[in-house]
């Protein structure tokens, strides 16, 4: 069984139909790659899967219960973490303060405490910065602390939409080696990125995302060999 099932979704903007019926699985522990064009409904997909905007039709299945209609909140508490787009951290808290908030859901102090140093762990950075005004903090860092957040959240599943725009190269790669880390860490990944060609090249499978529909979708590497996905997206 799948750990995340998308069953024919369909989401409107108003009149506007920003997702078509696409349907798509992510098993537990691999990284799939969610890639497309600007306004392809990518990001519409994940706020939709992560309770932020509602569906008109489908069903949103997370280890085996319908989670369509449940609140954003107890979707997080139920093991899914998002990391948004632009990174939205909260500028005037500190790095832990915002490191903090990420483990709202969560009662156990010692693990809490646990998770913080892991996450250290992950992102020395952060805890350099850790009394420092998360506005202060460059590109690269913010999304660290994104990051940082939301696992906090002790998430079973992590859902990141372009983690790397924005950023320097030398901070995608930083960004995209965290990824792999994540995902070797035992936590599943699906994730959004306009970079297709780092995306496919960490992903297990991927799905390609055209004006809110599903066109491909398949094994990454063999995607990264595809002669319309290369023109398309990955500049050859």
Not at 43 to 65: H, R, S, W
């Amino acid at each position: 069984m799948a750990m995340l099932e998308i069953k024919d979704l369909k989401v409107y903007y108003g009149v506007i139909q920003a997702i078509k019926g696409i349907s798509f699985e992510v098993k537990e522990g691999e990284v799939i790659a969610l890639i497309g064009a600007n306004g392809a409904g990518k990001t519409t997909t994940l706020q939709t899967i992560t309770g932020m905007l509602q569906a008109k039709e489908g069903n949103i299945i997370f280890e085996g219960q319908d989670i369509t209609k449940v609140p954003g909140h107890k979707i997080v508490s139920m093991g899914m973490a998002h990391v948004p787009e632009g990174r939205r951290v909260f500028a005037e808290l500190s790095v832990l303060e915002n490191l903090k908030l990420g483990a709202y859901t969560r009662k156990d102090k010692d693990e809490i405490a646990d998770s913080l140093q892991r996450v250290y762990r992950s992102f020395p950075r952060l805890e350099e910065r850790k009394k420092q005004a998360a506005g202060t903090l460059s590109g690269g860092e913010q999304q660290m602390l994104a990051m940082g957040r939301a696992l906090m959240s002790k998430p079973r599943i992590i859902l990141m939409d372009e983690p790397s725009m924005g950023l320097s190269p030398i901070f995608v790669e930083e960004i995209f080696n965290i990824i792999k880390e994540i995902s070797a860490s035992g936590t599943t990944v699906l994730l959004v990125e306009q970079n297709a060609k780092k995306a496919l090249s960490i992903a297990d499978r991927a799905y390609v995302l055209e004006t809110g529909n599903i066109v491909l979708n398949g094994d990454a590497k063999e995607l990264m060999n595809n002669e319309s996905i290369k023109r398309a997206y990955l500049g050859e």
